[in-house]
């Protein structure tokens, strides 16, 4: 028996015609759940439900959510056949990673969309540029915006949004039509479209219409044409047209048209009577044209959410990866120390085992040896920058402890000199251990960025990019993202930043290197996922122009207490599960899938036969979509497992098995698939032990699946490997296969 609240206001399941809540309302049954866990929140939605007629597939309210928590609440409802979109209403995350996978299971389903209030944080002292960016606020956003969960501010834009994605759907809702019986009204939404969207995002002008027939033949027409992607009609009351007649004929041409594209409706003063019209026929009504665009925001937002999630990023070279061992040796000897950072030579040795460019550097311990160390980059016909080392000071410009393009030996010792009294005067307590020279980063049309993580105590390590300099954190064009990142999602994170407009060419400025800015984002994933004894970092600035990027200042401070350091929220790709396996003369690579796999997969796929694909998908299958792939290639490590045999020789894929577990962990559904040119050389059996050993160290209790009772091969290798076969008491053309692997479990015997 599960449990919900304390402090909780209670259930509901229209469909069983229970509301035990204390909101005395009759709420119908349909397909919106809500999860809340305040108390005064759920009952106004609930209440705005009911007064609008639209029908809700559950509701919870968990309280305190001592038992029953969010992350219960997305498994059921994201399973639930009966639910089309999900609203969840809360105040903090407790376990982040179990809700960072049910969400992002959901969010793959149906819309979830998420209301949570912004929590005023008082400011505090902060090491690090990235320390002072990543607020509680900006990582739930992160955490949001990863999982694919659709984040609103407040209860009216709450049920725009439901009222929009309750009802329709776009797979790309980034064009609109307007059709209008007056100019004004057409205006009006055009202009507020403009507003929130930064751009023109009409199709098309306005169309102006008078009567029901000139409604009906503009939305059949407009809802064919390839460049809408959605239409909003508007009316407003003006005699003698008969405003019901031309809503059922916009309704019509809705529930008419071969295209299920989305449309939307605004009959100024309708009333109940056009609400319930456009509600039959599925199209979200609004009050004003101003709400109708929020409502078609959440459209586009969501569709462009649906994208990143399912999107396929480049692959980067697997031979060139970081040395953990080293790097993390690196960190632990500064904390066996007593250090609390890294010192600047470490802290290059850092980002050269991860890949970051950066500026070569000379550690001086006093002026005269500074200004020796400047000599080699003078004779080279470059100027120097100088920067104090210091323990004490987090930030060098705040003491005066940076002095750019010295072109001598002179200028760098009278620059010393000045900088050591600068701190005497501003910081009497601070050490200083020393200068670092660097030669100057002469890059005119370079953009100055800032790259880096911090700490979050809820989900761990935040990444941080956006426009850089010493007021990084003022300038506020910054945007954050959960580690790990790949290459697509470090694309992504860039794009949403104002600084990404300048990245590209303008005027005689050639276009910054993005993939090199994605690959640093990438690799500060890697840094905060490997190593938690980092508590923040720092690159900054780092420039970027067409020739790449280059790190020209950094900080890495570091958490010595074990007990505080957090692992990220979001489960890092399990590399240690990499072998070599040899069959006879073949030899092949087994590793965890990536979703850059998605191109080998659908390589694969074509070399097996329809037969093949019948025995494994239970049905014959002859094309495979993105979509397909990216199910089968885009995995929640926390979850689900699937590992790529590689021949080592073509370097094509061989076979694959999956594992995906229910959310409790307690019982995992196998499937495997190889190349048919590969069956019969014992390539099948190992990639099962395999699947079989990870279900193990995860603690899985029972491995079970369906196979076909003609697959003869399956069903021996699963006898050979101790698997519990029975019939499927609902089609005998099926056997059930369970392995059970609980502690408790007997050496299972071979069945007959």
């Known amino acids: 028996m599960r449990l919900i609240g304390p402090s909780s206001l209670g259930l509901a399941a229209p469909r069983l015609g229970l509301n035990a809540t204390a909101v005395p309302v009759h709420l119908a049954a349909g397909s919106l759940a809500l999860v809340a866990q305040s ?20 509701a919870v309210v968990l309280g305190k959510g001592t038992d029953v928590d969010i992350a219960d609440c997305l498994d059921h409802f994201g399973a639930d056949i009966s639910t089309r979109t999900i609203l969840l209403a809360i105040d903090e995350v407790t376990d982040a990673a179990r809700f960072i996978s049910s969400a992002r299971a959901a969010a793959r389903i149906k819309p979830v969309l998420v209301l949570k209030p912004p929590r005023q944080e008082p400011p505090w002292p902060a090491l690090t540029h990235s320390a002072l960016i990543v607020t509680s606020d900006a990582a739930h956003d992160a955490a949001f915006h990863r999982a694919g969960l659709l984040r609103v501010n407040d209860l009216d834009e709450l049920f725009a949004a439901a009222e929009t994605l309750g009802r329709a759907r776009a797979a790309d809702a980034g064009r609109l039509a307007i059709v209008s019986n007056g100019h004004g009204l057409a205006a009006l939404a055009g202009a507020r479209l403009r507003q929130a969207r930064g751009v023109d995002g009409l199709s098309r002008e306005p169309e102006i219409v008078r009567t029901a027939q000139d409604y009906r033949e503009a939305v059949s027409r407009l809802l064919t044409e390839n460049d809408v992607d959605a239409v909003l009609a508007l009316n407003a009351p003006i005699a003698p047209d008969d405003a019901a007649d031309c809503a059922r004929a916009v309704a019509e041409s809705r529930s008419a048209a071969p295209a299920r594209k989305p449309v939307l409706a605004v009959w100024v003063g309708g009333g109940e009577e056009m609400a319930g019209i456009f509600a039959s026929a599925g199209i979200p009504s609004f009050a004003t044209e101003q709400d109708a665009i929020v409502g078609f925001q959440h459209l586009t937002r969501h569709a462009l959410l649906l994208k990143e999630l399912m999107a396929t990023p480049p692959a980067l070279d697997e031979l060139d990866q970081p040395d953990i061992a080293a790097a993390a040796a690196l960190v632990d000897r500064a904390i066996e120390e007593g250090r609390n950072w890294l010192e600047p030579d470490e802290v290059a040795q850092l980002l050269t085992l991860f890949r970051i460019p950066t500026l070569d550097l000379a550690i001086a311990a006093d002026i005269a040896t500074a200004a020796e160390a400047a000599r080699t980059q003078f004779e080279a016909g470059r100027t120097v920058a100088l920067k104090i080392v210091s323990p004490d000071v987090a930030h060098k410009s705040d003491v005066g402890g940076v002095q750019l393009d010295l072109a001598n030996e002179h200028a760098v010792s009278e620059a010393a000199g ?18 670092m020279v660097q030669p100057m980063a002469h890059r005119a049309k370079a953009r100055e960025l800032i790259a880096g993580f911090s700490v979050d105590h809820c989900f761990g390590p935040v990444v941080v990019f956006g426009r850089g300099g010493t007021a990084a954190e003022l300038i506020a064009d910054t945007h954050v993202a959960l580690p790990p990142l790949d290459l697509a999602a470090a694309e992504n994170l860039i794009a949403r930043t104002r600084v990404s407009r300048i990245l590209g060419a303008y005027r005689d400025v050639p276009a910054a290197d993005r993939r090199a800015i994605a690959a640093v984002l990438t690799a500060l994933g890697n840094i905060a996922s490997a190593l938690p004894q980092i508590r923040a970092m720092d690159l900054n600035p780092l420039l970027a122009d067409a020739s790449g990027v280059v790190a020209v200042d950094a900080r890495v401070v570091l958490e010595p207490d074990p007990t505080r350091r ?38 694969m796929l074509e070399r097996v036969t329809l037969e093949d694909l019948r025995l494994r998908f239970f049905a014959p299958l002859k094309s495979f979509s993105h979509a397909f792939l990216a199910r089968l290639t885009q995995l929640d490590y926390a979850r689900e497992m699937a590992f790529i045999a590689i021949e080592e020789e073509s370097r094509e894929a061989a076979g694959a098995v999956r594992l995906h577990a229910d959310p409790g962990h307690v019982e995992a559904e196998y499937a495997i698939l190889l190349r048919s040119d590969l069956k019969g050389i014992g390539l099948g059996r190992a990639l099962m032990e395999l699947i079989i050993d990870w279900a193990r160290a995860e603690k899985v209790q029972r491995v079970h699946s369906q196979v076909l009772a003609e697959n003869g091969p399956m069903l ?31 050496p299972t015997q071979p069945s007959s």
């Open 418 to 435: 000045r900088m050591i009294e600068r701190l005497r005067q501003l910081r009497p307590d601070a050490r200083l251990t020393g200068f």
């Open 39 to 58: 108390n005064s929140v759920a009952a106004g939605i609930l209440a705005w439900a009911a007064k609008r007629g639209i029908g809700l597939s559950g």
């Open 566 to 603: 957090r692992r990220p929220a979001i489960r890092p790709y399990p590399a240690s599960w990499t072998f070599q396996h040899a069959l006879g003369e073949r030899r092949f690579l087994f590793r965890p899938m990536k979703p850059e796999d998605e191109l080998l997969i659908g390589a």
């Open 716 to 746: 021996a290798l699963c006898r050979d490997l101790g698997f519990e076969i029975t019939r499927d008491p609902d089609d005998i053309s099926i056997r059930r296969v369970a392995l059970d692997l609980s502690p408790a479990a007997a």
